[in-house]
């Protein structure tokens, strides 16, 4: 990874920025057609875990359409601004047209209202299985500025700017998200999510995270990109 100094400039100019509704401390958030537990938050980096977002019927429905279209997971190469295959990422992977079903439709909707970010400045949403011993290395989700095809990449919709992670099935074992910087691991409860932004590409933002391995059972979590504008 490029050195780079200890902190960074915010995004210019980018205001509003996607996260629910923290003011006040409460316990739960109105998400439209459904209300949403706050478990646990921070403020630095803004991080929260919201509990009872997706229901078990929208989570198995979620894996369902998904299955069938599973392949390898490949990560972005900001180094060409195309796709490959990494070793440090071991699941199988999809992602949904937006809006293409009504299940999706209406779950779009609701991340929408939660996390005041339109869905049109979002990537589609993606699924993911991991099986045992899958995992995910930890890892930055926003472009590296530094690497040569990062002006590519974000030619479409910006710079990431936040990610919301959603647990669709809890394995017996294993799984958890955790985040190095922040001693903090997230244990996969179905229905549950973790949003978590970063203001700046830059690794002052105290978002490495990752996936550890899977020891038991199958882990799958939805997985949604925020962007800085419409993303086509």
């Not at 019927?57 to 295959?85: F, I, K, Q, W, Y």
């Not at 099935?169 to 955790?178: C, D, E, S």
Request: hydrophobic letters at 35%; charged letters at 20%; glycine letters at 8%.
């Amino acid at each position: 990874m490029t050195a780079q100094p200890l902190s960074a400039p915010p995004f210019p100019g980018h205001f509003p920025q996607p996260g629910p509704a923290l003011e006040g401390a409460p316990a739960r958030l109105d998400a439209g057609d459904r209300q949403v537990d706050v478990l646990l938050s921070l403020q630095n980096p803004p991080l929260v875990l919201l509990g009872n977002l997706l229901s078990p019927e929208e989570c198995t429905a979620l894996m369902e359409a998904a299955r069938p279209r599973l392949e390898r997971s490949l990560t972005v190469h900001t180094r060409t601004g195309g796709e490959e295959l990494n070793q440090h990422r071991t699941s199988d992977g999809m992602f949904f047209e937006r809006g293409e079903s009504a299940l999706l439709r209406t779950i779009e909707a609701r991340l929408a209202r939660l996390l005041h970010w339109p869905a049109e400045n979002c990537e589609p949403l993606q699924v993911l299985r991991y099986r045992p011993g899958a995992r995910y290395e930890p890892h930055y989700d926003y472009f590296d500025p530094a690497e040569p095809g990062t002006p590519t990449i974000v030619q479409r919709g910006g710079q990431r700017v936040a990610t919301l992670v959603v647990y669709l099935h809890t394995p017996q074992q294993g799984g958890a998200t955790i985040f190095p910087d922040l001693g903090l691991s997230v244990a996969p409860q179905q229905g549950n999510a973790v949003f978590f932004r970063y203001e700046h590409p830059h690794p002052s933002t105290r978002t490495l995270h990752g996936g550890a391995p899977v020891l038991e059972g199958e882990k799958w979590v939805a997985t949604q990109w925020m962007r800085e504008r419409n993303f086509e």
